[in-house]
Every structure is written in C-alpha cells, then in structure tokens.
C-alpha cells in the first residue's frame, strides 16, 4: 500500500485538493497534510512514493522536511516534487529535490510528471 | 646705570622741547632752548667766578662786582627767554636773543679790539645763530645789524677815521659768513622739508595698509561666519579630515546623526569612531574612501549601517592648507527613513506576488481540472469558458511575474546563472510556451540558427528565456496574420544575437524611443485593444543590459517590427579546480 503513497504537504487546502487529484489520476492513494510539524511526524512512520513538498509551511519549513527526507534511509526511494512560489529559494533547492515546479503548477504536467515517478 | 643715564637724557629732552604745531618752529625753539641752557650754565658760572673772587679780593677792582652783576642780568635774561620761548613765542624770544646778544658783545671787550681786533669774530655767532633760529636769509639781516653795531661802536669811541677801512672789511667778512650760513641752513631746513614730506607720505602709505589689513580681516571674519553658519545649519553631516585622517571639523548635524559630541569626534580618527558601531566590510569601504585621495574626483556614494542607522556617505578631497597633503571632507545623510521604505517595498511586492500567485494557482489548477474533463463531460460553451478563465489567470500570473521582476531588477536583488546551455533547447522550450499562444491567432513562430552559432554557449537559459518569450508574446499580441520569426545569428566573432521579426501594426518613429520605458506601449490605445502592462519591453531591455547586451528596435508602421538582442559571445572557461 505504501508503495503507491502520494504525500501532499501544502498549507492551502484548494491548492492541496488540487495536487491529490492530480496525484490520484496518476494511480496514487494520497494523503494530504497542512502542517509541517505534523509531516516531520508523519514521515518517520509511512514510506511515499512521491512527495509533492510546499516549502512555506507553519512550524517546520519545506527545506528542513526535504534535509530529513533525504536523512532518511527508509525513504531513499520517495521522490520530492517540490511545489513553490518562491522561484528564488526553489533554485537553491534544485540539486535535492527530484523536481522542482513553481507556481502556479500546472495540473496536467503535475499529473504526469506523478505518473512517470511512479512507474519508474 | 644705563637706565639712570637714559633717565637723565629724557628729562632734559622733555625741559628742552618746545611744542608748537609747525615742526620748523618747535625746532627752533629747541635749539634756542639749547644755547638758552649754554647761556645759563656760563652765566652761573660766571656769577660764582665773580663772587668768589669778589670776595677773595675784598672788591677792590671793579671787575669782580661788574662780573656778579652781569651774570645775574645773563641768568635772568635766560631763565625769561626761556619760558617766553615755551609759551610759544619763539621767534619773540629768538629776536630778543639774538639782539641782546650782539649787545653783550659789544660790551664783552675793549672797542678797538671788539672792531679790529682779538674780539672781532665774536659777531660771527649771532649771524650764525640768527639763521639758525629765525630763518636762513636772517644771517643778512643780522650780519648788517653787526656791521652797524661795530660802526656806532667805532663812531662813539672816535675810532671811525682810524679803524673805518678795517671795519668794512669786517662787514665784508660778515656778510660773506651770512652768505655761508644762508646757503648751509636753507640746503639743511630743505632736506628737513623733503624729509617731513617723506615721512607723511610714509604714515600715509602706513594708514592705508592698515586700513586695508583691517577690513580684509573683517571680510575673512565676515565670510568664515558665514561658511560657518551653512556648516551648522545644513541637515547632512559634516566631517573633514585632515591628511592624517584626523576629524578637524564637524557640524552639529553629524553629532546628532552619530549621537556622539563633537568634543569626541574632532581628534579622533574614521576608524576609531566607527569602531564597534559599523561592520567590518563596511569599515574598509569607509577607510578606502577617506584614504583614497588620489582621484581629484568626487567619489561615489557609499551606504552603510552606522549602529541603528542608515547612512549614505559621500567623500571628497579637499585642500586644507597649503603645505600639508589633501584631506577629505565627508558628507553623511541619514538614509534610515528610505532604507527602511525600500525594505518595506520589496516585502510588499514579494508578499504580495506570493499571497496573489497561491490563490491563482488554484483558479487555475480547478480550471485545469474541468478542461481535463475528470469531473465529467462539458459542452463545447463550457470548455470554452474554461479555457477563457485558464487563460486570463495566466496573464494575470505573468503579469505578476513581470511585477516581481521589474522590483528585482530595480532593488539589484536579480542574480544571473552563468551556464553552458544549447541554443537549440532554448528555442524548443520557447516553442513549447509560445505555440499554444501562437495557434490560438493562427500564427506561426518559425525559428532559425545560424551555421555560425556555438552549438554551447554561455550564460543564463532561463533568464534568455524570458526575454525570448516575452519578445514572441509582445510580437503575436501585435500581429494578426504572417508568422513571427525568431533567429538565433553571430554578428561578429565577439557577439552573438537573438531576432524576433513579426508582421505586425509597427511602432511609430516618435515612439520608438520610448517602448522600453516602464509602463509604455507605443499607443495607450493599444493597451486596451491587446492587453499587457507594458513591463515585458523594459525587463527585456534591463536583462539585455545586465547581460552585457544591447537590444535594437527597427520598425516601420503596417510592416512589422525586429527587436535584435545582442549579447557578447562568452565561450566556456575551464574551471579551475585545485
């Protein structure tokens, strides 16, 4: 079940329902999350496939949920997709993450950039 | 001793002078005073020899008791014309003088002897004298009165026929003496003359130059007072520096501005004052401006923290004096306020573009998704609807971009890549985002790379992009029917280029100028009519420049216009690696 998990972590819930349907269309089970402390803690009990990453978030940044994704070694296989409207800061992330799209995402290239991590 | 004898010199100057407003007279009556005090000491004398020996003798003869007389006659005589002569009648007492004495002498000795004889030459005195103290040609006057007196004298003793021949040669000899005196005191009372005139024209020259001292001074007072007031009244700081780089002037504006007393300013060195309340980075531009002195031009400004501060600091040499070296005077204006707006400006514009760009990605994003048709089928009106809204959302996102950009350009804060990137993938991603545009205005965007073109170049794909894309949008807005045609070419080994042609309206001549300017189409008219702000010309011409490049517009109205960006041509440098 967990190998078909895509994690969505966005603090604006129309840009979160958004990102899970796009997710979905590409055969994930998504889960959404809005806080970052709650997906620091979250993360350390499922392993996604894809992580579709808000680098804004309350309590704990983006940027530090992607340091300990990367930390990790049982989410070595989880792709980040990072999603943001700071072009600036998402440049600096783009050695880490496996794709970085900013805002506004396009819903149809989200889905099949999701559907091509997940057959890969 | 010496003060005693100096004592005794001024005392006896002080009895002999006489005060009168014409020199010539007060010279006189000194001189007059002198051969009054001559008289007084032989007359003293003359009365003591005569009483002593008076009673010695027991005054037998009538020497003696002639001899007392006379004397006290001679002193009294003295001690009168003296005073006569301080009250200012020295010509009064002068004439009285000069006829006693020829009187006295005529008297002094036996007359054979006084007209032909031991005593004749005794009348040479009063001539000279006479010149002496009343004016020069009296000596004539006085040489004649002589003559006259040396005839009565020989008239009244009978001595006339005997002695007459030698007498006129007496009266020869006077007036020969008169003539002498004449000619020596007119040269000396001349020279004296010429001299008083000199001397005027000195104390005049002397006046002048003194006047002149003291009103330069008061100009030099009256203009430092001024520059002073300036100095204190302007509301930037002020420091100069000497060529030590010692503070050596400050204004109170610059006490305020550093909240530190001028008393602990001036002194001091930059370095010391900025100590603990500047950055280290900011110290050393600081320091490099106050030393470097060599440039005689006036140095850009500098903008640093000063503790809780702002400051824009501008230096420039300057000549204290004239031997030292150059020193530095530093102007520093309080920039709190307009730093503190800047700030607040960039916030607000990525703020905003931030809080503007989420809500729009999700009017897109559910656009997106009933264009997908996931939530079921739409009828042809509905997709079309969708797809208006997709649409006007994106513009509305570019426009946003385009704001964040022109404030990121503006505030410096846009950094460039610097890559090897394929020209060939520039203009396929560019494809990919213009096309959709392009198709809906059945226009096509034809793309082209010269032979010559590196298949790598150098420099900032994404960056290059923009301005691509914003070229190509700003083209397909203007143009109805033809293509749009997009060529990638080297002008010269040095430069490579970017050409966007299209067959559009055109821009007038008179508006050419202006279409890279913020907010500018070449008719507001077509703003309303194509849509755009106007930012996408001036990003391009800013990121052209940033780039090293330049952007050319030709256009003719009704034929289309070519915007031609040339950038210089970087081929890849080895990075060096340790």
Redo the contacts between chains.
């Keep these: 079940m967990t190998d078909s998990l895509g994690l969505i972590i966005e603090d ?1 819930a ?2 979160a329902s ?2 899970a ?1 796009a997710l979905h ?1 590409a055969e994930l089970e998504t889960e959404i999350i809005v806080d970052g402390a709650v997906a620091a803690a979250r993360l350390k009990e499922i392993v996604p496939k894809v992580v579709v990453l808000d680098l ?1 978030l309350p309590h704990v940044s983006g940027e530090i949920l992607l340091r300990q994704i990367r930390a990790t070694p049982a989410l070595a296989q989880t792709r980040v997709i990072i999603a943001t ?2 072009a600036v800061m998402a440049e600096g992330l783009r050695q880490e993450a496996d794709l970085v799209l900013v ?6 290239q989200l889905r099949d950039f999701a559907l091509r991590m997940k057959i890969a | 001793m010496n003060e005693f004898k100096l004592k005794i010199v001024e005392r006896t100057e002080r009895l002999l002078t006489v005060n009168h407003p014409d020199p010539d007279v007060a010279r006189r009556g000194w001189l007059l005073n002198v051969l009054l005090l001559g008289l007084f000491v032989a007359t003293l004398a003359g009365f003591w020899i005569g009483l002593v020996s008076g009673f010695a003798t027991g005054w037998q003869t009538e020497g003696e008791p002639l001899l007392t007389i006379a004397s006290v006659i001679g002193l009294a005589s003295a001690v009168g014309l003296y005073f006569l002569n301080r009250s200012g009648s020295v010509r009064l007492a002068a004439i009285i003088f000069l006829l006693g004495s020829i009187l006295l002498m005529s008297f002094s000795d036996e007359p054979a002897q006084l007209i032909a004889g031991r005593s004749t030459m005794v009348y040479i005195l009063p001539i000279v004298m006479a010149s002496v103290l009343l004016r020069p040609s009296a000596s004539f006057v006085m040489a004649i009165l002589s003559g006259v007196a040396l005839l009565m004298l020989a008239l009244t003793n009978g001595l006339l026929s005997a002695l007459f021949f030698t007498a006129l040669v007496e009266i020869v000899i006077f007036l020969l003496v008169a003539l002498v005196s004449w000619l020596s005191t007119r040269s000396l009372e001349k020279a004296l003359a010429d001299l008083r005139v000199i001397n005027t024209e000195l104390d005049r020259r002397v006046a002048d130059r003194t006047r002149d001292l003291a009103e330069a001074l008061i100009r030099v007072q009256l203009e430092s007072s001024k520059n002073q007031a300036i100095l204190e009244s302007i509301a930037d700081g002020v420091i100069v520096f000497d060529h030590t780089g010692q503070a050596t002037l400050v204004n109170p504006a610059v006490s305020k501005l550093l909240s530190l007393p001028s008393n602990q300013i001036i002194g001091y060195k930059i370095e010391t004052l900025m100590a603990g309340a500047v950055a280290v980075g900011d110290q050393e531009a600081v320091l490099g401006q106050v030393r470097g002195q060599e440039s005689s031009a006036r140095l850009p400004g500098l903008r640093f923290q000063w503790g809780k501060k702002t400051l824009l600091a501008s230096f420039a040499p300057i000549q204290i004096e004239q031997d030292t070296g150059r020193g530095t005077v530093a102007v520093f204006r309080d920039f709190t306020r307009e730093a503190e707006l800047e700030n607040m400006k960039s916030l607000l514009v990525s703020m905003v573009s931030h809080e503007l760009r989420t809500p729009l990605g999700a009017i897109i994003g559910y656009g997106e998704i009933l264009q997908e048709r996931i939530y079921g089928p739409l009828t042809e009106r509905q997709a079309n609807l969708v797809g208006r809204l997709i649409a006007n959302a994106q513009r509305l996102v570019s426009l946003i971009n385009d704001l964040l950009d022109r404030a990121r350009l503006e505030a410096g804060k846009l950094k460039l890549q610097f890559i090897s990137f394929s020209p060939q993938q520039l203009l396929d991603d560019l494809l990919s985002t213009t096309s959709p545009i392009a198709k809906a205005k059945n226009l096509n965007v034809v793309t082209y790379i010269a032979p010559n073109v590196p298949e790598t170049l150098q420099g900032d794909p994404q960056r290059l992009l923009q301005i691509l894309v914003n070229l190509v949008g700003n083209a397909i807005k203007f143009t109805d029917h033809g293509a749009i045609n997009v060529k990638l070419d080297r002008p010269d080994e040095a430069h490579w280029s970017l050409q966007v042609s299209d067959t559009g309206i055109g821009i007038p001549p008179d508006d050419q100028q202006h279409v890279f300017d913020v907010f500018q189409q070449a008719d507001s008219s077509a703003t309303r009519q194509h849509g755009g702000a106007g930012l996408g010309l001036s990003i391009v011409k800013q990121l052209a420049t940033l780039m090293g490049g330049s952007v050319d517009l030709v256009s003719a109205v009704g034929q289309g216009s070519t915007f031609t960006v040339t950038l210089p041509l970087n081929t890849p440098v080895e990075e060096k690696r340790d």
């Design positions: 604006d129309d840009l958004i990102f349907e269309l804004h409207a700071d805002k506004p995402v396009s819903f149809s």
